[in-house]
């Protein structure tokens, strides 16, 4: 399998599997295909009516590659060792972790936290007795794929776990290699790998042997556009706040119902992708009415209202002096970034809004996100996604989540509410008004922060014989996701 993204480590306490699956250790509990959860190292968990105590009960068969039995002291470990580590796990809301006996946990947390379980569904249990400062290059896991091999910026050998308390895979041994798309499309056409991760430039191409398969996902990409007008302000680390144009809710909203978003997909894209309208479509706690129809006489409408118009006859309407122009960056060398900024500012122009499109490095981007626009992308398996864009305390980080600023006490209630609810029913429901309730929210009807576009497909070559299985709806990244279910891959009989 070739694929672009390496991981750093193969340590789930530092984030390996984070947001996936972490094929050589097991979970607690794990994804089904549909977004629902279902039991893996755990036979059964219970929350107390106060929301804050989870317990789990454990299997009794399960057993690390090394012979060594998984018991309730692993999980224990794991979970402490993840919280201190303060890599991409966040784990600030558990308070203890105790091991009652071999084959029960309590975790206790410190607030309601309804993400709890989407949490510890992409956190690997490590072996308390086997781990060292070298277990992320040589790791031992119990899950269903057992370690072999790791040459760094060239391959990742996995084989089959034969004693895998589950159904042990029928592939018995994988090979993932690091290549670029280029590569990897070099390496399909001379019949070197199996599974190749590709562009939507390239996936057009027939290639014998082999057939495309397109993957739907939640990798959305879209503008965030400063809330805020340029007063001076600066962000903790003294980069400038605010843009004289984005922070007009009637300019935000005009691009929304400017873009047709199946054209940009088709011009940008050869068709490999979907119209997005928030940060999570597709998923159980999205809510469906936040999709909108493109609306041209509408946006332009919006910009009348408003008292922008065009003058001077540039094609370009204004207002108080302030031209409707302003510059969205995307990091440089991402095409599919750069194909979806200019197709949808080229859309955008349409109504009179003149949008400079400017590839620029990361660093840089970073440093300018809080007053010019971002291509940027997000899409996770957990609703703290949410939490993260749109929390007021988080605005103007240097985290990337919110840098336009946007910041509303009633957003933060609904926020809070989701996250404490003692049900996921009750959380789902807060998750959607977050968006929208019917007057306002997050959505592109509401605040405007953002100006979803696309949710990209993600793009494979797949030899012939090869069945890739009921893959998730996938998250931001095209690499990782699509081993969520390696598992369960297997060769037509033919091809065995």
């Not at 798309?181 to 027939?206: N, P």
């Amino acid at each position: 399998m070739a694929i672009s993204s390496e991981p750093s480590t193969l340590d789930p306490v530092q984030g390996w599997g984070h947001g996936n699956t972490p094929l050589i250790q097991s979970t607690l509990i794990k994804y089904r295909s549909d977004m629902s959860f279902e039991n893996d190292l755990a036979v059964a968990y219970h929350l107390d009516a106060s929301g804050l105590v989870w317990t789990f009960t454990l299997r009794d068969d399960a057993k690390f590659t090394d012979g060594e039995a998984v018991t309730a002291d692993d999980v224990v470990f794991t979970f402490e060792t993840a919280k201190a580590a303060q890599a991409s796990v966040d784990l600030t809301f558990m308070e203890t972790a105790e091991a009652v006996n071999d084959t029960t946990v309590i975790f206790t947390l410190s607030r309601p936290t309804s993400v709890f379980l989407n949490t510890i569904a992409s956190v690997g249990i490590v072996p308390e007795h086997a781990y060292g400062a070298d277990y992320g290059i040589s790791p031992v896991g119990s899950g269903p794929w057992r370690f072999v091999q790791w040459n760094p910026q060239e391959q990742l050998i996995l084989e089959a776990n034969e004693d895998y308390y589950g159904t042990v895979p029928s592939i018995k041994k994988a090979t993932i290699v690091f290549m670029t798309e280029d590569a990897a499309f070099a390496a399909v056409q001379a019949g070197q790998v199996d599974v190749a991760l590709t562009a939507a430039t390239l996936a057009a191409t027939e290639i014998s042997g082999y057939h495309a398969a397109r993957v739907t996902s939640v990798d959305n990409r879209g503008f965030t556009l400063p809330m805020l007008p340029a007063e001076g302000k600066v962000t903790q680390s003294g980069y400038p706040i605010g843009n004289d144009v984005t922070c007009n809710l009637e300019i935000r909203q005009a691009i929304a119902y400017a873009i047709d978003r199946e054209l940009v997909a088709d011009a940008a894209l050869n068709g490999f992708a979907t119209p997005c309208y928030s940060e999570n479509d597709g998923m159980p706690w999205n809510n469906p009415e936040v999709v909108i129809d493109t609306d041209v006489d509408y946006a332009k409408k919006l910009l009348a209202d408003a008292g922008w118009a065009d003058t001077d006859g540039d094609g370009v309407v204004e207002k108080d002096g302030v031209e409707a122009s302003f510059t969205v960056l995307y990091p440089s060398g991402d095409s599919v970034r750069q194909a979806i900024a200019f197709a949808a500012a080229e859309q955008v122009a349409d109504v009179g809004i003149h949008i400079t499109v400017e590839g620029t490095s990361w660093d840089d981007l970073a440093k300018r996100m809080f007053s010019d626009g971002v291509m940027m992308g997000w899409g996770a398996a957990n609703p703290y996604e949410s939490y993260c864009l749109y929390q007021s305390g988080g605005a103007f980080k240097d985290d990337f989540y919110n840098p336009e600023g946007y910041q509303s006490e009633e957003t933060d209630q609904c926020l809070s509410a989701a996250m404490e609810a003692l049900t996921l029913e009750e959380a789902y429901q807060n998750w959607q008004l977050v968006q929208w309730d019917g007057e306002k929210g997050t959505s592109m009807k509401g605040a405007c922060p953002w100006v979803w576009i696309v949710n990209v497909d993600h793009l494979y070559y797949v030899r012939d014989g090869l069945d890739i299985g009921g893959q998730q709806l996938h998250p931001h990244g095209s690499s990782m996701p699509l081993l969520q279910n390696l598992s369960e891959w297997k060769w037509e009989e033919a091809q065995k």
